[in-house]
């Protein structure tokens, strides 16, 4: 399940997430660029990992699959 605003948030590859972070216009100092980069960095991880449970939870509603000659 996504969360609010996030099926409508276009996807940007994590690599460019982080250049844009790097280089933006405003400078980050060390402590507040490494929490963006962990924030966004667990965002990215907890929506995979939301996402594999969903593909889990779909194959275990379609029932196990049986072998033609069983």
């Known amino acids: 399940m996504t969360q609010p ?6 996807h940007i ?3 460019d997430r982080l250049r844009r972070l790097l280089d933006g216009p405003a400078a980050l100092d060390k402590r507040a ?3 963006t980069l962990y924030a966004e ?3 990215r991880e907890t929506l995979a ?3 594999g449970w969903n593909d889990a939870l779909a194959t275990v509603r379609r029932g196990p699959r049986r072998a033609p000659d069983a």
Not at 5 to 10: H, Q
């Open 5 to 10: 605003g996030e099926a409508s948030r276009p």
């Open 13 to 15: 590859p994590l690599q």
């Open 33 to 35: 660029l490494l929490g």
């Open 41 to 43: 960095v667990s965002r």
């Open 49 to 51: 990992y939301a996402a």
